[in-house]
T-cell receptor
Framework: AQKVTQAQTEISVVEKEDVTLDCVYETRDTTYYLFWYKQPPSGELVFLIR??????QNEISGRYSWNFQKSTSSFNFTITASQVVDSAVYFCALSERRGNEKLTFGTGTRLTIIP | GAGVSQSPSNKVTEKGKDVELRCDPI?????LYWYRQSLGQGLEFLIYFQGNSAPDKSGLPSDRFSAERTGGSVSTLTIQRTQQEDSAVYLC??????????????FGNGTRLTVT
């Protein structure tokens, strides 16, 4: 069965610090997809990134970067030089090629950036 | 607009009453999902539609919950005889293909349901 674990419930950092959000997943499928979503205080879930299981190349988008490591079943998300606008709940999610037709979410990490 | 639209944005109802929540997906998206988010919790899958069919209803918590989708577009989630534990934010999402194909889900702003 698919499972996503986000062990960090809440994180607070001072603005301009770097912060890494951890995501560990479990799957028996060889083909799967991993996602990160951002949920700001306004409530709408915003899609940030998708990776497939065959592409372990790390990705950088501006201040955001993602580190996918199959060896440790992790898909961690780093924000560099954090800003107050980064304050949100961040969800990691997993879907399986041979699994159910749904996205399984972790419980989320609430990130607070202190000005 | 171009995004997923949900209505109402807020709903307060008395215990025992029925409620209907509406979702208007992104045009052309064949897959539609309902999720529930309780206060401070993660997202709980409820039901998935492909077109007008619901091949996966495994997340519906009880027979008081039902959903339909018509014309491959608008979906309605109905909760009968609401209970206080039904209070949550109900999120609708749509995607071009399916989660199994790796399509990202695009979410609406949700309906915040409060049962008093």
């Amino acid at each position: 069965a698919q499972k996503v674990t986000q062990a960090q419930t809440e994180i607070s950092v001072v603005e301009k610090e770097d912060v890494t959000l951890d995501c560990v997943y479990e799957t028996r499928d060889t083909t799967y997809y991993l996602f990160w979503y951002k949920q700001p205080p306004s409530g709408e879930l915003v899609f940030l990134i998708r990776r497939n299981s065959f592409d372990e190349q790390n990705e950088i988008s501006g201040r955001y970067s993602w580190n996918f490591q199959k060896s440790t079943s992790s898909f961690n998300f780093t924000i560099t030089a954090s800003q107050v606008v980064d304050s949100a709940v961040y969800f990691c999610a997993l879907s399986e090629r041979r699994g159910n037709e749904k996205l399984t979410f972790g419980t989320g990490t609430r990130l607070t950036i202190i000005p | 607009g171009a995004g997923v639209s949900q209505s109402p944005s807020n709903k307060v109802t008395e215990k025992g009453k029925d409620v209907e929540l509406r979702c208007d997906p992104i045009s052309g998206h064949t897959a539609l999902y309902w999720y529930r988010q309780s206060l401070g919790q993660g997202l709980e899958f409820l039901i998935y539609f492909q077109g007008n069919s619901a091949p996966d209803k495994s997340g519906l918590p009880s027979d008081r919950f039902s959903a339909e989708r018509t014309g491959g577009s608008v979906s309605t989630l109905t909760i009968q005889r609401t209970q206080q534990e039904d209070s949550a934010v109900y999120l609708c999402a749509s995607s071009l293909n399916t989660a199994r194909d790796g399509s990202p889900l695009h979410f609406g702003n949700g309906t915040r349901l409060t049962v008093t």
